[in-house]
C-alpha cells in the first residue's frame, strides 16, 4: 500500500505530461541561455583519486583553476592568474584526468545542434523531486567530443541520459557515457554526471554546472574518479585581461602594465617564502618567493638584487603510490624589482637537497630529479611527511 502511494503521484503526472513538449521547451529555454549568456567566471575545484584494481586508494591530488565562458567556448588558467592562457584544459593540466565542455559545448551539441537522437523514458523521483527522464545517443559522425590517446586526440561517440525537474521544467542532470573508445585510448570507459542549476547574471538566466562527477575505467583495471565543483561565478569584468575575439595586439593594449623578458640563460636562484602544506594545498594556489642570490645579466650587470619578490603557482600537490610518498611542484611565473615586472621562463636544474626539520623530527624534502625532464618548467619534490612544509628550500633555474 506504501508503494503504491508512493508511485501515485508520478502516475497522475504521467497523464498529464507531453514529453516531447517538454523537451521542446528545455531546447529552447538552453538555446536562449547560450546565445544571451554573458562573459563570465568560475573557480573550478578539482578533486581526483585513483583506484587500484582492488578498489584501494593509491593516489589523489586536488587543483583549482579559474575558467572563463563566452560565446566562443571556455578558457582556462590557474586560479587568482591575471589573465586565461589557454582554450585547452589539457595544455594547463599536463597529466591526469581534465575535461572541458560542460558550459555550453555538450548542451549545445546535444539540444540546440540536435546532433543527438533522444527518447522519452519515464519519470522518477530524485530526492524530494520528480523528474522526466530521456535517452540520447550522439553518433561518431556527428560528435565534438575528443579524447587524448597514444596517436593523439581521438574523436569518441557518446550517449547516456538527462532529467528534467518537472516543477520547475529545468534541465536537471546530464550524463556522458563513452564506451567505445579506441584501443589506443588508455581508458575502456568513461562515464560522467553534471548537475546543472539556473542562476542569473547581469539579468541573465544560465544553466550553470555546479558539479561534474566523473569516472573513468582504464585498460588495466584501475580506476579514476574526478570531482569538479564550480563557486563563485560571476560575470566577466574588463579589469582583467582576457582575449575572446580580439587579436593579440589588441589584448596586449589592454593590459595596463605589460611584463618584460628576461635575456635567456642566467642563472636564477629562487627560495620558497610560502608555507606548503601538503594536508591542504591545491595546485593552483600561489606560491611566493625571493631572489637567494643577485640576479645579473651576463654581463655581471645587476638586474634584481637579492631578496627581489618572486610570484608562482603550485601546479601539482599529489600523495603518490608508495606509503608515505607525497609530490609537489612549483614554478615561477614573475618577480618585481623598481616597479618593473619581468616575464619568467625558467628551466629547473638540479636543486638543493634541503633537511626541514618539524615538530623538532627532521624530515628530508627530496628532489623528485627523475621528473624534472617530463616538465622542466616546474621543480618537483617528494616528502615522506604530509604536513613538511617546504618554505626556505632554494630552487635552481635558468632563464630559456
Known sequence: MRLLLALLPLSLVAQTLDPQALLTQVRRDVAARIKHAPRYTCTESIERNWYAPDQNLVESDRLRLDVAVGSNGEMFSWHGQNSFQTEEIDRLVTSGPVSSGNYF????????????????????????????????????????????????????????????????????????????????ASVYRYSSKTHYRVTVLNGAALQVPVRVDMNLFYQNHERAEVIAQYQQCHEFKAESVLRFDTTTTEAESSSAKPTLPLPPGLSVRIRIK????????????????????????????????????????????DTGRRPSSYTVAVTFRELNVANVNYKLDLKSVLPLVTEIKESSVPSTVEVDNHRISDDPATCRFRSNRKLVKLKGVVTFWVTG
Open 105 to 184: 559545448s555538450f548542451l549545445a551539441s546535444i539540444f540546440v545542434e540536435r546532433v543527438a537522437k533522444i527518447d522519452f523514458v519515464g519519470m522518477r523521483k530524485a530526492g524530494d523531486k520528480q523528474v522526466a527522464v530521456f535517452q540520447y545517443a550522439v553518433p561518431l559522425a556527428k560528435s565534438g567530443f575528443e579524447t587524448r590517446t597514444t596517436s593523439g586526440k581521438a574523436t569518441i561517440a557518446y550517449h547516456g541520459e538527462f532529467t528534467v525537474d518537472l516543477a520547475n521544467r529545468e534541465l536537471e542532470e546530464l550524463e556522458i557515457v563513452a564506451d567505445q573508445l579506441p584501443e589506443s
Open 274 to 317: 610560502s608555507q606548503i602544506d601538503l594536508a591542504s594545498a591545491w595546485a593552483g594556489d600561489e606560491v611566493n618567493g625571493e631572489l637567494a642570490e643577485d640576479l645579473v645579466d651576463s654581463q655581471g650587470k645587476q638586474i634584481a638584487p637579492v631578496g627581489t619578490a618572486v610570484h608562482g603557482l603550485l601546479v601539482l600537490a
